[in-house]
């Protein structure tokens, strides 16, 4: 069965430093998402992606983040110059469908990046 | 502003018994609502989508039902199972956005005792 994977697993960064979180999505699905989950707290959405730009952002996606699609097949977040407060686990999600009333938009998960700054 | 709240919080149940997760979300307006699993350090698990015209789904043991107008969403589990243990998380899909974002739930942690 198809689905979302993300490397690495685990990533430990030290303050300050650029981190790029990867993520293939499903073959056939047209859109990409980030999300992130602080311990402990809920699922939040960071972006959206689709046909090579963004298309919706939260308040949390600030200039220090940005997302890419460097060829046919990885999805990736960049995260400039971390913070303490960045450690969280990042999920990569797709779908295939566009939003409707009338058609399937289920969103599928990887399995996470745990990011920790130190 | 979409709040999506879920009750209870954690649920400790034994084996063999029915049980039901409540989520509950502050504006109607939704495109569909999806229930997710999540084991401790994993990822989601997608476990079944309602769609907003939709009253409720079925997979296995699982049945959640969707009350849009009340802003309710129920996931039914029959005959629990220690392998049933996780957390379950609702999330819905606003109107409004350029695109499907989720708006998560706070999450409901089930132990299932053998």
């Known amino acids: 069965e198809p689905e979302v994977t993300q490397t690495p697993s685990h990533q430990v960064t030290q303050m300050g430093q650029e981190v790029i979180l990867r993520c293939v999505p499903i073959s056939n699905h047209l859109y990409f998402y980030w999300y992130r989950q602080i311990l402990g707290q809920k699922v939040e959405f960071l972006v959206s992606f689709y046909n090579n730009e963004i298309s919706e952002k939260s308040e949390i996606f600030d200039d220090q983040f940005s997302v890419e699609r460097p060829d046919g097949s990885n999805f990736t977040l960049k995260i400039r110059s971390t913070k303490l407060e960045d450690s969280a686990m990042y999920f990569c999600?797709?779908?295939?469908?566009?939003?409707?009333?009338?058609?399937?938009?289920?969103?599928?998960f990887g399995q996470g990046t745990r990011l920790t700054v130190v | 502003k979409q709040e999506v709240t879920q009750i209870p919080a954690a649920l400790s149940v034994p084996e063999g018994e029915n049980l039901v997760l409540n989520c509950s979300f502050t504006?109607?307006?939704?495109?569909?609502l999806q229930w997710f699993r999540q084991d401790p350090g994993k990822g989601l698990t997608s476990l079944l989508l309602i769609q907003s015209s939709q009253r409720e789904q079925t997979s296995g043991r699982l049945n959640a039902s969707l009350d849009k107008s009340s802003g309710r969403s129920t996931l039914y589990i029959a005959a629990s199972q220690p392998g049933d243990s996780a957390t379950y998380l609702c999330?819905?899909?606003?109107?409004?956005?350029?695109?499907?974002?989720?708006?998560f739930g706070t999450g409901t942690l089930l132990a299932v005792q053998p």
């Open positions: 999330a819905v899909t606003p109107y409004g956005g350029a695109t499907n974002k989720l708006i």
């Open positions: 999600a797709s779908s295939r469908d566009r939003r409707s009333d009338f058609s399937i938009t289920e969103a599928f």
């Open positions: 504006d109607s307006a939704i495109y569909n």
